[in-house]
């Protein structure tokens, strides 16, 4: 068992009248609720506006309760403590009266603007315990949605932008922007679907124009106007992308055409030329290029965020959802969803920045599966049934994520 | 009549109109001032309808914005979204007309207050994303860069006519309890001397669920709120009555503008998407019980194929 000065605190129910009666008290869950108890009471979160937020708490689910409301920060830790949610939300919305109901009586002031991202674990090889496909995948797509599309096409500041890993495979960010906080749902969810770049009829972005009596051609000529290097917005990335392919080597540029419809000798004629291709292009000439729709629809099917990952939209335009707090701990994992840094953003692994618990200290468990996952920079191989000695922080995260037994 | 003046008698929605209204009241209503704000009203109403340029006027004295809010305030009373969408079309036509004649200062003091991002860029203006999505601009297709967007005069004029359009057919703020009684007795003449939505009045539809009462008053428009469920039962019935895509887009385009327009915009997508949804699963079937429990309709039709069966 972990250090005697944790074990004789012992962690209080939740409200009896709010909690889930028939919850588990397993050795287990004693075991999780010390630790996040401890890490409580020598970790201070911190909720911007706290009085005016709604908060949500769970036990079972990731929220039981909600309609809770703190007066100050010191009132909201000592909940933590003395209650010690596995789970804690709150609104990115401001109220008048948060903990009012129903949603309409707690008269809505504004709202942070979220985006939430999330992993799509239904992919060949997804690690159940931790996958770095799946946290490799979300932070590549959030790094896209901040630099092509928060920060350059919308204009948000740094200083108004939070990025907030979730605890476990997702990310939110946060934009408390005065002048977006008001946006309706309907903007919001224009904005989103702008970075998702999802049912956006890319043809409105070209027109075609006939022109007749050119000299040496005695026919019409049908030419495609599109994108130019003066376009702006999603017209810009459309030609910026496709410059991008251009200039990749040979196999990758057959292949990327190949993939998007054309044939082999469709593809090379176009690698052949692809210098005038693209200066043509530049200009907003695309009939430089054969069905240059193609090729759109190939950039269309990749450039927007949230391809292999989802992009919650609801998150986004629903401001009375809750979501997780920063800085306090995933139930699913015993991970911090931790605050991180944009110069961090790159080389940010969760199992290494984002611990609560002690690599050092170990702990005796019995895995209830053959379990073989990457933490923390260590490898580490689980056989179903058999006890096996595991940092502390490792423990946390099987037994959170009901994966294994204490002795 | 200085520029303040010029600006709050003819733009209903600018600061300058709201402190002049404030300033003068309506003072005593009389009947005579009732008739004036009906015979401006249904003046809009014929110019938005009217297909030629109709003849714009620019005002010179403070009634009309007197008028501006009788009729509101009659409207409110006549429960004909279809007629109240008219009379915001035709003072939106008329505030772009006026638009047209300002100068740059004039111009961009009248418009900086529907959009307080507005900037002028050279011979162009720019606007910030929260102005620009307030109006059922569709940001992906925008030129956005650094959060800003470039948009040319003409454009912003129509921009800001849809919003004026918006705002006046917006009657959810008026307080209909307590309106004069004056008022609510003038409306019942009001009332009948408004047009009804002839392109759904006149449309006879082949299929028996489009045809049903029910349907039609869905289609005549409903209030803020209902909006969607509205769209949902449209696009099942015009499933039901084998309506193609394109027929039921246009019914569905038509369907959003008869709708009350309120602070809670209703986008063109949002209705075309439930029809989409429609459409990929054509096993839906049409709730009277649910129209009945979301307020869509007051009673079940008479004679309709689905409450019988249901009854049964
Ligand atoms: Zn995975």
């Known amino acids: 068992m972990d250090s005697a000065a944790t074990a004789k605190d012992s962690v209080a129910p939740a409200d009896a009248t709010t909690a889930p009666k028939d919850f588990e008290r397993s050795k287990e869950h004693d075991f999780i609720g010390r630790h996040f108890q401890q890490f409580y009471k020598t970790h201070q979160v911190t909720v911007p506006s706290v009085s005016m937020r709604e908060f949500g708490f769970g036990y079972e689910k990731k929220i039981d309760l909600r309609h809770k409301a703190f007066q100050s920060q010191k009132e909201l830790q000592e909940y933590f403590i003395s209650k010690v949610p596995l789970y804690a939300s709150y609104s990115a919305a401001f109220y008048e009266y948060p903990a009012a109901r129903p949603m309409s009586a707690k008269n809505f002031l504004k709202a942070e603007l979220i985006f939430d991202l999330d992993a799509s674990p239904d992919h060949e090889g997804h690690n159940p315990v931790m996958c770095s496909h799946c946290q490799e995948s979300v932070r590549a797509d959030v790094i896209r949605l901040l630099e092509d599309f928060l920060f350059a096409d919308f204009g948000f500041s740094k200083d108004e932008t939070t990025v907030n890993f979730s605890g476990s495979k997702g990310y939110h960010v946060h934009v408390a922007s005065e002048s977006l906080m008001q946006l309706s749902s309907t903007q919001r969810d224009q904005l989103v679907e702008y970075c998702a770049g999802m049912n956006v009829d890319f043809a409105r972005f070209f027109n075609s124009e006939k022109h007749k009596n050119l000299p040496m051609v005695d026919r019409q000529v049908e030419v495609i106007v599109g994108p130019s290097t003066a376009s702006k917005g999603w017209a810009k990335r459309i030609l910026d992308r496709a410059l991008a392919i251009l200039v990749l080597p040979q196999d990758e540029f057959i292949a990327k055409f190949r993939k998007a419809g054309y044939t082999k000798k469709q593809a090379e004629a176009i690698f052949a030329n692809k210098d005038y291709v693209a200066s043509q292009l530049s200009s907003g000439r695309w009939s430089a290029i054969e069905k240059p729709d193609l090729l759109v629809a190939e950039i269309a099917s990749t450039a927007g965020v949230g391809r292999n990952v989802s992009l919650d939209r609801a998150v986004t335009t629903d401001m009375s959802r809750l979501i997780r707090i920063p800085n306090t701990l995933h139930g699913d994992t015993g991970i911090v969803a931790k605050t991180i840094p944009f110069s961090e953003l790159s080389s940010f692994d969760p199992t290494n920045s984002a611990l609560a618990f002690d690599l050092s200290k170990t702990e005796n468990v019995v895995a209830l599966d053959h379990y073989d996952f990457f933490f923390a920079g260590s490898s580490h191989v689980l056989e179903k049934d058999r006890i096996a000695e595991v940092p502390l922080a490792v423990a946390m995260l099987l037994l959170c994520k009901k994966k294994a037994l204490l002795l | ?254 369907y959003v503008a008869n709708c009350q327009r309120s602070s809670h915009e209703f986008r063109e997508s949002e209705a075309l998407a439930s029809l989409d949804w429609v459409y990929k699963h054509p096993g839906i079937n049409l709730s009277c019980r649910k129209l009945l429990q979301q307020g869509l309709i007051d009673r079940y039709c008479d004679g309709c194929p689905q409450t019988k069966r249901k009854t049964e």
Not at chain 2, 7 to 16: L, M
Not at chain 2, 204 to 217: D, H, I, P, R, V
Not at chain 2, 226 to 244: E, H, P
């Open chain 2, 1 to 254: 009549m200085d520029l303040q003046q010029r600006i709050a008698y003819n733009y209903f929605f600018s600061r300058q109109a709201r402190q002049h209204l404030s300033a003068q009241g309506l003072g005593q209503i009389a009947n005579s001032d009732l008739e004036a704000a009906q015979d401006f009203c249904l003046r809009l109403i014929r110019n938005a309808q009217a297909k030629v340029p109709f003849q714009p006027w620019v005002a010179q004295d403070g009634d009309e914005l007197k008028w501006i809010a009788l009729s509101r305030m009659l409207l409110s009373q006549s429960g004909n979204p279809f007629a109240a969408r008219l009379f915001g079309e035709g003072l939106a036509k008329l505030c772009a007309y006026r638009l047209s004649l300002e100068d740059l200062q004039v111009f961009t003091a009248v418009l900086s207050q529907l959009y307080p991002t507005l900037k002028a860029d050279g011979d162009k203006y720019c606007l910030g994303i929260a102005d620009y999505t307030s109006g059922q601009n569709e940001l992906v297709y925008a030129p956005l860069d650094g959060g800003k967007i470039s948009i040319d005069r003409e454009s912003l004029v129509e921009m800001a006519s849809r919003l004026a359009a918006s705002r006046a057919s917006d009657l959810s703020g008026i307080d209909k309890a307590a309106l004069p009684p004056l008022i609510t007795e003038f409306a019942a003449d009001f009332a009948a001397a408004l047009p009804s939505s002839p392109a759904l009045m006149a449309r006879q539809f082949e299929g028996k669920f489009l045809n049903q009462g029910c349907m039609k008053k869905i289609l005549a428009g409903v209030s803020e709120g209902k909006r969607f469920y509205g769209s949902m039962a449209i696009a099942i019935a015009c499933q039901k009555d084998g309506l193609s895509k394109e027929e039921a887009s246009a019914l569905m385009r038509q």
